[in-house]
């Protein structure tokens, strides 16, 4: 056996700071004071990680680039019939399940922590309400596709034995030394950070923009 780098550094300080900003956004719910204060600078933080990704998926390391892992139909069912035999092979990157799954989950944050901004402070009244109910749905289809995801590592660890938590740790996955499979390519933590600078910039002026005390959208469609 031997260790190859799977996941280069970039991809991983963002999916554990994604799954830390969301995980406690979804729990740490309120309309107004301190609680709505955490969960508003969760929701900004969790939509810098996305724009984040969305442009690492393009220039990242090797296996974190979407042309890596986002699968075309033939592989899905492929995969899908050998999952529904619990025969799934193991795969050096995402499988082709969990590579949608990933845009899935990627959509579906932008869309929570988007329509999060709108309401505290960006949009109109009237816009504002209509977020409010697309933030809303997006983050109870969130809480559900958390959970399908994390059903899905434990399920795909207990039939292939790739401990693909681990590997989101530390970014090495082990394979049989006839392999063909190498070290990735890419990820440089450099140029992370200059995909990085624009996006605090943003941040700070989304927060310069946004209430932070409380939901000015909730607070009207409550009043109504």
């Known amino acids: 056996m031997k260790s190859i780098n799977v996941w280069d550094l970039p991809t991983r300080a963002f999916h554990w700071s994604l799954a830390g900003s969301i995980i406690l956004a979804l ?6 004071g301190p609680i709505y204060t955490i969960h508003a600078i969760l929701g900004i933080v969790a939509l810098l990680l996305v724009l984040f990704r969305l442009v690492w998926g393009f220039v990242g390391g090797e296996h974190s680039r979407f042309t890596a892992f986002v699968a075309g139909w033939p592989a899905v069912r492929q995969y899908s019939l050998q999952l529904l035999r619990l025969a799934p092979p193991a795969h050096i990157g995402h499988n082709p399940l969990g590579g949608w799954a990933v845009l899935i989950l990627l959509g579906l944050s932008f869309l929570a922590a988007g329509t999060g ?15 409010l ?9 969130l809480q559900f596709m958390v959970f399908i995801h994390v059903a ?7 039939l292939t034995r790739d401990n693909i938590v681990a590997a989101m ?26 995909v990085a600078l624009p996006l605090l910039v943003l941040g700070g002026l989304i927060v310069s923009q946004v209430d932070l005390g409380s939901a000015p959208g909730r607070s ?5």
């Open 152 to 158: 899905a590592v434990l399920v795909d660890w207990f």
């Open 220 to 224: 009207t469609s409550q009043s109504e």
């Open 169 to 194: 740790w530390h970014g090495r996955k082990t394979v049989a030394e006839t392999s063909a499979a190498i070290n990735a390519r890419g990820g440089n933590v450099i140029l992370a950070l200059v």
């Open 133 to 141: 109910g697309i933030h809303e749905l997006a983050g109870s289809l």
């Open 27 to 32: 729990i740490i719910i309120g309309d107004s």
């Open 117 to 131: 901004v709108l309401v505290g402070g960006l949009a109109g009244a009237t816009t504002a309400r209509l977020m």
